[in-house]
């Protein structure tokens, strides 16, 4: 895509310019939630000793994408607030039509699905894992061969990224989006991904841990890497590395 495609990609999210969409010709609104088969873990929602700094204006000030990190590992509770705060669910109304979360969405939709690459976390095999945020929980999805290696190329050999505690990844279930804002989806997907991502460095800062928001990657190895399914669930369009780091370099 040329710039000037690009930039005419942009303009072209325009309110008027919003057809006919899955919501006004009366289909049924497609599942909030990617279900899972895969082996549970259940998370820990006490977050409180984990929590290292509450002062807000402090988080904002020292938040900084941090490429250098330790090998101690994060914990089970850390992580599982980090997860929380990526996507975690705080209200399903009984309509059962929308889901409120930690993050904003545009219209509640909620497009997103989140994984992780764990790679030292106390408690759970390395491996890759959804987040079942309806229920604050993690299935696991397996262990490819050579995992860091095969993430690292996907990430354009962004080694560093493999170097940490965890890669956390979000994914697109563009229906979701789509059945209320039909050609504005894509758009509303990427910005509610930048909300996600935006919480994951707060939430890191909070814990004391570092984190670096990740974009340059090769989309089909990174789809391919976690195997989703093109049909439903198309894209990977954002990616955060996180570990334990000395916040004071
Ligand atoms: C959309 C987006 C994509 C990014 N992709 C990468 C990336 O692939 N690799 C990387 O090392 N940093 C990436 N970053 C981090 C930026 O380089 C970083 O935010 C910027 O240099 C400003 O530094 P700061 O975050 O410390 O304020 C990305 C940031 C954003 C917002």
């Not at 072209?12 to 057809?19: T, V």
């Not at 101690?72 to 990526?86: H, I, K, M, Q, R």
């Not at 987040?131 to 095969?150: S, W």
Request: proline share 3%; net charge negative; hydrophobic share 40%.
């Amino acid at each position: 895509m040329s710039c000037q495609e690009n930039r005419e990609l942009l303009k072209s999210y325009r309110e008027d310019s919003k057809s006919d969409t899955g919501e006004t010709k009366g289909i049924p609104q497609p599942p909030l939630f990617k279900g899972g088969t895969g082996e549970v873990t259940v998370l820990p929602k006490e977050f409180g000793d984990c929590i290292k700094k509450i002062d807000f204006t402090e988080m904002l000030t020292s938040r900084r994408s941090r490429r250098e990190y330790t090998s101690e590992a994060l914990t089970l509770e850390e992580f599982s607030f980090l997860l929380w705060a990526a996507q975690g669910v705080k209200k399903i109304p009984k309509s059962g039509k929308a889901c409120f979360r930690t993050v904003p969405s545009a219209g509640a939709r909620h497009a997103l699905e989140l994984y992780a690459a764990v790679l030292n976390i106390e408690g759970l095999q390395k491996g890759i894992y959804h987040y079942l945020a309806a229920e604050h929980k993690l299935e696991y999805l397996g262990t490819p061969e050579d995992m860091e290696n095969q993430l690292a190329e996907a990430l354009c050999g962004q080694k560093f990224a493999v170097s940490g505690a965890c890669v956390l990844m979000l994914s697109a279930v563009p229906e979701r989006m789509e059945w209320r804002y039909g050609e504005l989806a894509a758009k509303y997907i990427l910005l509610d991904a930048g909300h996600a991502c935006q919480n994951v460095y707060l939430a890191s800062e909070a814990i004391e841990c570092g984190c670096c928001a990740m974009a340059a990657y090769m989309q089909e190895r990174m789809d391919a890497f976690l195997g989703l399914d093109a049909e439903k669930e198309n894209v990977v369009v954002y990616a955060a590395a996180i570990g334990r780091t000395d916040l004071r370099s």
